[in-house]
Structure formats: C-alpha cells, structure tokens
C-alpha cells in the first residue's frame, strides 16, 4: 500500500497518476494531515508513504523521528522541493527507513522510486545521492542560517526587505498556503517569532544588505 502525504492537490494528483499507470496498480491513498497520516499508517503499519516534510503539518525531524520509531515497518520516500544537508543526514544517512526523491526528479527516477517502495526497499535520487557522497563545505554562516534550504533562504531574503507573504507569493509565482508554510518553517528553524528577528538574523549573516532594510 502507498500512501501520499501531501498538502499540495497537483502533487497528489501527479502521484495517483503515476500509480494509476504502473503495472499491476498498486493500491494507494491520499491524506492532507498528521492527523489522516497517522489513522492510515495505524491501519496499514507497513505502508510506503510518500511525504513532502517542508509542506506537512510535522513539527520538526524529531517528531518525524519519533512517529518513523512508531511505526518501524513503515518505509519512508521524503518527496519534496529540495532538502537540507543537515536534514538529510538526520534521516535518510542515519535511518534506512528514509529515502529521497526530489519533485524535480526526471519521472523515471519517480516512477523507479515507486517500484522500489512497493518491493519496500528504499530509493535515493541520483542528486541527493551525489550530495551525501560529496558534503557542502562548512562555511563560517550561522548554523541556523545554513539549515535553510535554497527556497527558504530565498524566502528569507524577501521577507527581509519588507514583502508580505501575498507579495512574495505573487512574486514567485507560487500560492499563498505554500509561501506561508516556508515562513513557518523558516521560523521555527531558526528560532524566532516574526519577521522584525528574522530580518535581523538574516543582515547578521549577510544575506541582505542593510540599505534593503527597512522594517
């Protein structure tokens, strides 16, 4: 059994359609929340879940850690944007019931990645793989700053110079449910409340220059 955790409607849509089209059809289902994800691993506690961990309402690694523990037969594939180095070898370097494909992956490796959780064997996606065999240099940023992903430093970034989430939305052509849920993510990460001390890591780190900053 798959299941697709997934807040993102065109996500799920995608996936269902590549399950729909394999040989043989697996069966699958679709959740939007922990809430739903839970109740369907309790019935099923050796499903394949596909997860996008920066979309879900899952706190942080350790609560991901803790219900992957909770359900031990359970294999994980994180399906998301982009990762994190330091998230990655959290999970999937330390814990063989993770594996990664990216949303940007050629469908091939999608459609492998699915051939691989239904034997329940874990898939790697080539460039994640690539990225675990050849670390990023550790530089002097801030360890906060540098567990962001590109997306989110990016969203960092715009927040820092004033724009709202409806603006960075519009600007990056993305909804405003997906924009919002990076600007948790951003602040849970590195530990503040609003934009004013986020702004204010974000200039101590470099990441914008001070004449941008206006809040």
Not at 13 to 34: C, F, I, T, W
Not at 80 to 98: G, H, K, M, P, W
Request: proline content about 3%; overall charge negative; glycine content about 4%.
């Amino acid at each position: 059994m798959l299941v697709f955790a997934d807040k993102q409607d065109i996500t799920r849509v995608g996936l269902m359609h590549v399950a729909d089209n394999m040989e043989g059809a697996p069966q699958y289902r679709s959740v939007e929340d922990k809430a739903a994800l839970i109740e369907a691993l309790t019935q099923t506690p050796d499903a394949a879940v596909y997860l996008d961990y920066t979309l879900f309402d899952i706190g942080d690694v350790a609560e991901l850690q803790i219900i992957a523990q909770r359900f031990r037969d359970v294999l994980w594939v994180l399906f998301c944007d982009e990762l994190s180095y330091e998230f990655i070898s959290q999970t999937v370097a330390a814990n063989r019931q993770f594996g990664i494909v990216l949303k940007d992956s050629p469908l091939y490796e999608i459609k492998e990645s699915m051939v691989y959780a239904l034997r329940h064997q874990r898939f790697i996606c080539q460039r994640i793989a690539e990225m675990m065999l050849n670390p990023p240099a550790i530089d002097d940023m801030p360890p906060a700053i540098a567990s962001l992903t590109k997306t989110e430093t990016e969203i960092l970034k715009l927040i820092a110079i004033g724009l709202t989430t409806k603006e960075i939305a519009e600007r990056r052509f993305s909804s405003f449910h997906t924009v919002n849920t990076h600007r948790k993510n951003i602040f849970r990460k590195l530990g503040v409340n609003n934009a004013h001390e986020a702004t204010k890591l974000a200039l101590r780190a470099g990441l914008v220059d001070s004449a941008e900053y206006y809040i």
